[in-house]
């Protein structure tokens, strides 16, 4: 048996009364793009919820590029055949045991069913199908136990005039916000595990995103480069395309060094590249700034640190994982794909020159006193605003092997 | 030069002078390793993905669901020893397979019963099919796996893998195993409609590259891997991927779906005729020659649903026994004037006892030591199966009457 319907329930933003119309058209339009290659099924919207009618087109690649559209809460594959009791049983029990057939704990599984009757030329009320099913099912299946209150399993099953409709499984979605529904932020991405994590949770919140990388060619080698736009890319699987600044930073890392405190040269760095993210964000109608750090992870991530990291810029900045456990970043990171490009051993900017003992109480009247003699550094970020590469992600693979396949 | 006829497809294909442009192209420009971090690498990386991509698509399933392997029989060992050691500690340590499947099943089978697994062998009948009833009835409690060829390599016979997917729906712990190396590119293979959990297929069966197989393994499914020592194809799998045999699978497969329909058709018309006209030699000639199978092949409808029901074979493969005529006799005769067929699966045609499947299928010794194997290709034509035909009946008279005369 092979689906004939995906149900799709929508999320969170049932919560929005006003723009709920608005979400749905969000992600309606994501889901239309995601059938794009399969031109056979149409889509269909229902208050709060949205039928993909397959007509032919296979489940299995809708479902997985579904699973993730931000503002999809869970999806079902939906079964149909003929309004007549012995093939709904038939049709029930198959679902149910492919279900069962997927489980691994040999526990009895609390199972109901939902049946409704909306076709009154259908000999049997929605209490008696509700039986009949349920009966049947338990007769013929093993591993099961009822419970109408809190079912693992529930078998639904609806009648209609053209047709009944069947199913039982409920596949989780990505949740959230449909994308861009929040508006846009930048976010700072390192090329670590948390800063993809970080621009990832703030996609599911609704924002749009900006990347911005600062890397320190050819101190660093064009592998970290290659990373970073890895980690992009992967993050495109949960929007259409993500731009990525790349921003030259070499320069303005050397010059701060000239200054002398090795100890307060990573707080220097950060305050720059705030200042630069606010000025990219400004340009791009930004209205957030988005890091991964994580409180107490590093020197650079205390307090104080952060508090100094903060001060030159009047955007707020969201720190996604700031309370998270790095087992938890870490979970995420893998869920979404990211991990196994996060921790390719290639340096980033942040880790070059880096002194033994950086400062983690950093101090802000020195700190303003040193940037008073920096007086070149208005002029650097200029310049390395300027000269910023804008990829677009996904970075079309050098060619798409059409010729070779 | 004479016309050199090879009908013996079913042991390999020709491989289509795309892919072998595409795989030559490949092993020189795309020689980095795959896994590697390096541009160079990478590119050889996104070059598999696409394959992987493209192979997905083809068969309706996700790219996460296809890993790469080097051959049918690894796909088949890997599918087997696979489960039965992710699970035998735990579901089971009983297992259900055919007779007459092909040896890289049998030995894995050997292998399981050798680590103390019990192995069921559903019996098959003259056409060498499984009753649906017969695999109802090995099902046990403790089975962890079923394993059945969509086509028997040997004589064809198409099994009703939809009917036993259903079954065992009912059988929760028990996973599907299906080795569609003779299906691909002829039957529809539609795994998930199937209920098939595990399926093998062989490149160089249609028109790859040797040294390139697959696995599908549905979404869910856990495998212990055979090969351990890297995490290519997510752990499923180690080993450096062969990127240039990947992609021209990758190509083959796509050429041999577009050509499927119409290849189909033409080679049900090939098979049709070639049994009618040995069917008609036998009954003028009195050649002992007897066609394996009860009926023609399956037809259109059966093709695309690969219908349960149908007692036939795959179009793609004629297989006849000449009982009292040795098979390898007759094989080395008809290779004398530049025609070359089977007496079995090539994994095994080198052995001289009598065919365990056409055995298993009810055939005396003497029978089952005289099976011959025909086995298609699109690119024949009527002429082919006329000129075989009429080589085969003049070979097989001559061969009978030496045999009386000593």
């Known amino acids: 048996v092979t689906p004939d319907q995906i149900l799709i329930r929508l999320g969170e933003l049932t919560l929005k009364g006003k723009n709920r119309h608005r979400f749905e058209q969000r992600v309606e339009t994501a889901v239309k793009r995601v059938l794009q290659p399969h031109p056979r099924a149409t889509v269909q919207r229902a208050f709060g919820r949205m039928y993909i009618h397959l007509q032919g087109e296979p489940y299995a690649p809708i479902a997985d590029a579904l699973s993730r559209i931000f503002g999809i809460q869970s999806f079902s594959p939906v079964y149909t055949c003929e309004n007549e009791l012995a093939l709904i049983q038939t049709l029930s029990l198959s679902l149910i045991?492919?279900?069962?057939?997927?489980?691994?704990?040999?526990?009895?599984?609390?199972?109901?069913?939902?049946?409704?009757?909306?076709?009154?030329?259908?000999?049997?009320?929605?209490?008696?199908?509700?039986?009949?099913?349920?009966?049947?099912?338990?007769?013929?299946?093993?591993?099961?136990?009822?419970?109408?209150?809190?079912?693992?399993?529930?078998?639904?099953?609806?009648?209609?005039?053209?047709?009944?409709?069947?199913?039982?499984?409920?596949?989780?979605?990505?949740?959230?916000?449909?994308?861009?529904?929040?508006?846009?932020?930048?976010?700072?991405?390192?090329?670590?595990?948390?800063?993809?994590?970080?621009?990832?949770?703030?996609?599911?919140?609704?924002?749009?995103?900006?990347?911005?990388?600062?890397?320190?060619?050819?101190?660093?080698?064009?592998?970290?480069?290659?990373?970073?736009?890895?980690?992009?890319?992967?993050?495109?699987?949960?929007?259409?395309?993500?731009?990525?600044?790349?921003?030259?930073?070499?320069?303005?890392?050397?010059?701060?060094?000239?200054?002398?405190?090795?100890?307060?040269?990573?707080?220097?760095?950060?305050?720059?590249?705030?200042?630069?993210?606010?000025?990219?964000?400004?340009?791009?109608?930004c209205g957030a700034i988005i890091t991964g750090e994580n409180l107490g992870q590093v020197a650079s991530q205390t307090l104080p640190s952060l508090t100094a990291t903060s001060e030159p810029v009047s955007l707020p900045i969201?720190?996604?994982?700031?309370?998270?456990?790095?087992?938890?970043?870490?979970?995420?990171?893998?869920?979404?794909?990211?991990?196994?490009?996060?921790?390719?051993?290639?340096?980033?900017?942040?880790?070059?020159?880096?002194?033994?003992?950086?400062?983690?109480?950093?101090?802000?009247?020195?700190?303003?006193?040193?940037?008073?003699h920096l007086t070149e550094l208005e002029s650097k970020l200029e310049l390395a605003l300027q000269t910023k590469e804008v990829l677009i992600l996904p970075l079309q693979a050098d060619k798409n092997f059409s010729d070779l396949l | 030069m004479r016309h050199v006829l090879y009908f013996d497809h079913a042991a390999t294909t020709p491989v289509y002078d795309e892919v072998v442009e595409t795989v030559a192209v490949v092993m020189r420009d795309y020689f980095a390793n795959p896994s590697s971090m390096h541009k160079l690498g990478q590119q050889a990386g996104k070059l598999v993905e696409a394959a992987r991509e493209q192979v997905a698509g083809l068969f309706g399933v996700a790219a996460g669901e296809v890993v790469f392997t080097s051959s049918g029989t690894e796909s088949n060992a890997t599918a087997i020893l696979g489960v039965a050691r992710q699970f035998g500690a735990t579901r089971g340590r009983h297992v259900v397979t055919t007779p007459v499947e092909h040896p890289s099943v049998l030995a894995q089978m050997d292998v399981l019963r050798a680590e103390g697994f019990e192995v069921t062998e559903v019996p098959v009948d003259a056409n060498g099919r499984v009753n649906i009833a017969d695999v109802a009835a090995a099902m046990r409690t403790e089975t962890i796996l079923v394993s059945v060829g969509w086509v028997a390599s040997e004589v064809g016979a198409v099994q009703p893998v939809a009917e036993i997917?259903?079954?065992?729906?009912?059988?929760?712990?028990?996973?599907?195993?299906?080795?569609?190396?003779?299906?691909?590119?002829?039957?529809?293979?539609?795994?998930?409609?199937?209920?098939?959990?595990?399926?093998?297929?062989?490149?160089?069966?249609?028109?790859?590259?040797?040294?390139?197989?697959?696995?599908?393994?549905?979404?869910?499914?856990?495998?212990?891997?055979?090969?351990?020592?890297?995490?290519?194809?997510?752990?499923?799998?180690?080993?450096?991927?062969?990127?240039?045999?990947?992609?021209?699978?990758?190509?083959?497969?796509?050429?041999?779906?577009?050509?499927?329909?119409?290849?189909?058709?033409?080679?049900?018309?090939?098979?049709?005729?070639?049994?009618?006209?040995?069917?008609?030699?036998?009954?003028?000639?009195?050649?002992?020659?007897?066609?394996?199978?009860?009926?023609?092949?399956?037809?259109?409808?059966?093709?695309?649903?690969?219908?349960?029901?149908?007692?036939?074979?795959?179009?793609?493969?004629?297989?006849?026994?000449?009982?009292?005529?040795?098979?390898?006799?007759?094989?080395?005769?008809?290779?004398?004037?530049?025609?070359?067929?089977?007496?079995?699966?090539?994994?095994?045609?080198?052995?001289?006892?009598?065919?365990?499947?056409?055995?298993?299928?009810?055939?005396s010794r003497e029978s089952a030591l005289s099976g011959i194997r025909i086995s298609f290709h699109p690119s024949h034509t009527t002429a082919d199966v006329d000129q075989l035909a009429d080589t085969l009946v003049r070979v097989i008279q001559q061969l009978r009457k030496e045999a009386s005369s000593q």
């Open chain 2, 165 to 363: 997917g259903a079954l065992l729906r009912a059988w929760p712990k028990a996973l599907f195993h299906v080795d569609a190396v003779q299906a691909v590119g002829k039957l529809d293979v539609d795994m998930h409609a199937a209920g098939v959990d595990l399926l093998s297929a062989s490149a160089h069966k249609f028109g790859g590259p040797r040294g390139a197989g697959l696995l599908l393994v549905r979404d869910g499914v856990a495998l212990q891997a055979l090969l351990a020592g890297g995490d290519q194809e997510h752990g499923r799998r180690a080993g450096t991927p062969n990127t240039a045999a990947i992609a021209g699978m990758a190509k083959a497969l796509r050429l041999t779906l577009a050509e499927r329909a119409a290849a189909n058709s033409h080679v049900r018309a090939l098979h049709t005729r070639l049994r009618e006209q040995l069917a008609a030699a036998d009954a003028t000639h009195g050649l002992g020659l007897a066609l394996t199978g009860s009926a023609g092949p399956v037809g259109s409808a059966d093709l695309d649903a690969a219908h349960p029901g149908s007692a036939a074979g795959s179009p793609y493969i004629v297989h006849f026994t000449v009982p009292g005529l040795k098979a390898q006799v007759l094989l080395h005769a008809l290779e004398q004037r530049d025609i070359f067929v089977s007496s079995r699966t090539a994994c095994s045609s080198r052995d001289e006892r009598p065919s365990p499947t056409l055995l298993a299928m009810g055939h």
């Open chain 1, 318 to 372: 969201l720190r996604p994982v700031m309370m998270m456990e790095k087992q938890e970043i870490i979970d995420l990171a893998r869920k979404i794909g990211t991990f196994e490009t996060s921790i390719l051993p290639y340096e980033d900017c942040c880790t070059l020159f880096v002194p033994k003992s950086p400062a983690t109480n950093p101090n802000l009247r020195v700190i303003h006193k040193m940037e008073e």
């Open chain 1, 97 to 285: 045991t492919t279900t069962l057939a997927k489980r691994t704990s040999e526990a009895k599984v609390k199972f109901r069913v939902t049946a409704r009757r909306a076709d009154k030329a259908f000999a049997l009320t929605s209490a008696e199908l509700q039986r009949e099913l349920g009966g049947f099912v338990l007769l013929h299946a093993d591993g099961l136990v009822v419970d109408i209150h809190q079912p693992e399993l529930d078998l639904q099953v609806e009648v209609r005039e053209t047709g009944t409709y069947v199913y039982v499984d409920s596949v989780k979605g990505a949740g959230g916000f449909p994308a861009g529904s929040n508006g846009k932020a930048v976010v700072l991405l390192s090329g670590g595990i948390d800063s993809p994590v970080a621009a990832w949770l703030a996609m599911r919140q609704g924002l749009r995103v900006e990347l911005v990388h600062f890397h320190s060619y050819p101190y660093t080698s064009q592998q970290a480069k290659d990373k970073v736009i890895a980690l992009g890319n992967q993050l495109t699987k949960y929007a259409r395309e993500i731009r990525l600044h790349m921003v030259e930073f070499t320069d303005i890392q050397l010059y701060l060094k000239q200054a002398g405190q090795d100890n307060l040269l990573v707080t220097l760095m950060r305050r720059a590249m705030m200042r630069l993210s606010e000025r990219i964000a400004e340009a791009e109608a």
